[in-house]
């Protein structure tokens, strides 16, 4: 089972860029997107509901803003628009296709990098999640939440983390929100169970020639339940093209829905 994870900053970006091109020949069961930024009346171009692909879109209300989608190889049982939160939903920040025994979601988290207002935000949001996450755990089945979670969870997850301690993304609270996840909750870094390189990144600034020099941050993850964390068989990061200024992240696993749970 592949699975692909994309923030497109802008779906339409993306595909003037090539990413259709290179998505049909990667054989991916399930991608995920984040920040379409397109309501779906605006996409309706045969090329955003690639061949071979049950697509589903979820467009935030504000125009031009988040939103995130799901192509599926195979037709999922249901999909599921947002995770309940009264204040986030409208925003489009989460759906989820579920197969038998396997959910799948894709998840745009809110920056705080924009100001204090957003930086609460956030934080709201991170303690509604982790409610949402918690009764995901008791359900009898497992658990893919890829995208862009908009933290760097450790130092090894970004290039200049001293510079970073006071910015959104590395603040000790939101890095300790990640320590829950991975450590309590025991959900798993999908990615770092079979890479533990330094020098890894998802994410640069446009700035500055971030990316041509590598300054960058790992804030774009696939995280699984356990079961599915012993089932990781290999990772990448792909960087050959780009198509946004996140970079897509490829994961492998030795599953197939209808394997494990109800």
């Known amino acids: 089972m592949r699975i692909i994870s994309l923030n497109a900053n802008g779906i339409r970006s993306a595909a003037r860029k090539g990413f259709f091109e290179w998505l049909a020949g990667q054989q991916a069961d399930v991608v995920c997107l984040q920040e379409t930024r ?19 879109y979820l467009d935030a209300e504000r125009k031009g803003y988040s939103g995130v989608a799901l192509y599926c190889r195979q037709e999922p049982i249901r999909v599921i628009a947002g995770f309940g939160s009264a204040e986030f939903d409208p925003e489009a920040r989460y759906i989820e296709a579920v197969f038998p025994g396997l959910s799948v979601a894709s998840l ?10 957003r930086q609460e935000a956030k934080f709201r949001f991170l303690d509604e999640f982790e409610d949402f996450l918690r009764r995901v755990k008791r359900r009898p089945r497992e658990y ?13 997850d970004i290039k200049n983390w001293r510079g970073n301690l006071k910015n959104s ?4 609270e939101e890095r300790a929100w990640m320590d829950m996840l991975f450590d309590r909750l025991k959900f798993v870094d999908a990615f770092r169970v079979v890479d533990p390189r330094p020098d890894r990144y998802t994410w640069w600034s446009n700035r500055g020639r971030a990316r041509e020099k590598n300054v960058g941050w790992r804030i774009d993850y696939q995280v699984v339940t356990p079961g599915l964390g012993e089932r990781v068989r290999a990772a990448d990061i ?12 490829i994961l492998d696993y030795d599953f197939e829905p209808g394997s494990a749970g109800g």
């Open 38 to 56: 397109a309501q779906e009346h605006q996409i309706s171009d045969g090329l955003f509901r690639p061949a071979g692909y049950h697509c589903y």
């Open 108 to 117: 745009y988290m809110p920056s705080g990098s924009s100001g204090e207002v």
């Open 144 to 156: 893919v939440i890829c995208g862009d979670w908009n933290i760097a969870h450790k130092q090894i």
């Open 169 to 172: 993304g590395f603040l000790p």
């Open 238 to 249: 792909y960087t050959g093209e780009r198509f946004s200024d996140h970079a897509p992240l």
